[in-house]
Every structure is written in C-alpha cells, then in structure tokens.
C-alpha cells in the first residue's frame, strides 16, 4: 500500500515535509527506486536487517527527522489534500496542545468512524473513540482526548523525544496509550482535530482478531497500567484492571484463543520488575495531580462492557 500512502501525500496543500519510511526488514521489494517514482517528495528510506517492531521503528524515523512537529502515517492510512496542513494549523493555534489526533474513517466502510482519538478507561483497557459508529453523527467535535491513535498523528518532536519516544519493549500495539500516557504524566495535552482526516484500512499486517494482535495488546495493556497509573489510582483500581484482564482471558479461552492470551498474561508478569523500575523514574518525574488526570480518563464502571458488547454485535474487535 505504499505506494497509494505516497500518492496521497503527494496531493497535501501544505508541501514542507519530509517523509521517513522505516522498512522492517520487507523482502516484497516496496521500497526499490521510490526515489525515482517519488521524485517530487523529499524521501529518506532506512532499512532494518530484522523486523524490531512498530515502536522501535517510529522511534528510530523520531531520530532522524529534522522538523519541529512529527507526523506518524500509516503505510494504510490515505489522508485527504489538507490533512497535514489541518494538522499544523490546529497546532499553531492551541499551543497549549502538544499532540494532535486525526479523524479516522474507515476505507472499506466509508459510513463508519475507525476512531476520533485513543480513550483510557480506569480499568486499564483502552480503545479508539466512536470507533465503527456512524460518521455522520460522532466526531465532529474538537476535543480534548487522552491520546492520539498514531496511525495518524502529529507530536511535538522535543516532547516525544523528551519522554523517551515509544517504550520499545513493546514492539507493537498498545505503544501509542503508553506513550499518551507519559506525556500526560509530565504535563502535556492532546487534542483531536475532526477537520484533519485519513481513511484507514485497518490491521492490514497483523489482521484482525490475530494471535498476534491480542498477545502484544493484552501484555502491554497490563505493563502500561502497572508503569504509568500513579497513586493512590493504581491502588484504587488495581481490582478492577485484575478483573478486566480475567474477563477477557475467559472470553479468549472459548474463543480458541486461551494458549495466546495466558501467555500474555504470563510474560506481562515476568517483565513487571523490570516495568516497576521504569515506573520509579515515570512516577518521579509526574508533574499533574492523579485528580487531574482523572479528569481526562474514562471513568464510567459499564463503559467497557458497552464498548465490548457493540463491537461483538458488529462482529469487530
């Protein structure tokens, strides 16, 4: 799909950017000669000799680049001409706002949201907001939100850099909750812009429902809790994280999927020592009130259950 990304930026009204492609190691040939296909863009391309996972790659394009502000683009995100150009606007004018979430709409379904910014719940679970509801009715109001969803996103690169961009033991999923998290911790804020809009496909290399998207979602779940809730919350709802975790374990177990989800749960535990000791230096260097964090969390006791029983209804997880 590189090539469509590509085609779309192409066509952006606002054209000072350059483009960072991190190649986790392809072998289809994608990235061959887009230099020579591309030549109106400013195209850097870096190629892994491993597949290190979506957070170390962004992390490693956060190095590289040069600009003020990074703008994280899925290779199956299409963003319309003014996205980028929405983006730095709503920038420019909220310099209280340090990151930035987009609309996203769903390619193959056009009539439905794919999400409107990242919700947290106290429990520890988290999910795109309005996320396959009707596009025409949710999400055209901006907004604060807990964090951006970054397969269409713009972050202050001194500020994602400052927090140490990624944790790249995650190496996918979950990683842009944390991430929202620590920058939330040390006293940042993000706000969704409904003007700036991409159509995204959607799990187009990991696939819906994988045993590979529910091991790294559950397992880091469980770490992002454990490093960034602070107390007294974390001791508050600790009960309540537990048994969210047991109810989707259950729930994965008669879905045929009990050997990947245990083993999720099973290596989250083993990495908590080292998840604690990231979470002394995290919890040292909070600067907002647990009060105020609170306020831009997702609080409602059945407001999980809700967002679980519509997805199932629709067939989508």
């Not at 995100?77 to 310099?95: I, Q, R, Y």
């Not at 025409?136 to 994602?160: D, I, M, N, W």
């Not at 969210?244 to 259950?250: E, K, Q, R």
């Amino acid at each position: 799909m590189i090539h469509q990304c590509l085609e779309y930026l192409s066509q952006q009204t606002f054209q000072g950017f350059e483009i960072i492609i991190i190649d986790n190691s392809s072998s289809d040939g994608s990235i061959e000669n887009l230099n020579k296909k591309w030549s109106t863009l400013m195209i850097k391309t870096e190629k892994l000799a491993t597949n290190k996972g979506y957070a170390i790659a962004n992390n490693i394009g956060a190095r590289l680049a040069n600009g003020k502000w990074l703008a994280l683009l899925n290779v199956d995100a299409f963003p319309e001409p003014d996205w980028l150009e929405k983006l730095l606007s709503a920038a420019e004018e909220n310099p209280e706002y340090t990151y930035f979430s987009s609309r996203q709409i769903q390619v193959n379904s056009p009539d439905l949201l794919d999400g409107a910014g990242d919700a947290y719940h106290v429990t520890g679970l988290a999910w795109r907001r309005y996320y396959n509801q009707l596009a025409h009715k949710y999400g055209h109001q901006a907004e604060e939100v807990f964090s951006v969803c970054p397969t269409a996103a713009l972050y202050s690169r001194e500020e994602f850099i400052k927090v140490g961009g990624f944790d790249e033991d995650y190496f996918s999923y979950f990683e842009d909750v944390d991430l929202g998290f620590r920058l939330r911790l040390s006293g940042e804020k993000c706000l969704y812009v409904p003007e700036a809009v991409v159509h995204h496909v959607g799990s187009a290399s990991t696939g819906k429902r994988s045993d590979f998207s529910v091991y790294y979602g559950y397992r880091n779940m469980i770490w992002t809790f454990v490093k960034n809730m602070p107390a007294p919350l974390i001791w508050i709802f600790l009960p309540l994280h537990i048994s969210a975790i047991l109810f989707f374990a259950i729930y994965l177990t008669l879905r045929g999927q009990g050997k990947v989800i245990w083993k999720a749960i099973f290596d989250a535990m083993s990495g908590l020592p080292k998840m604690i000791k990231k979470r002394r230096m995290i919890q040292k260097n909070k600067k907002v009130k647990p009060s105020e964090l609170l306020k831009v969390m997702s609080t409602g006791l059945f407001e999980p259950y809700r967002e679980f029983v519509q997805r199932n209804k629709r067939q989508i997880v």
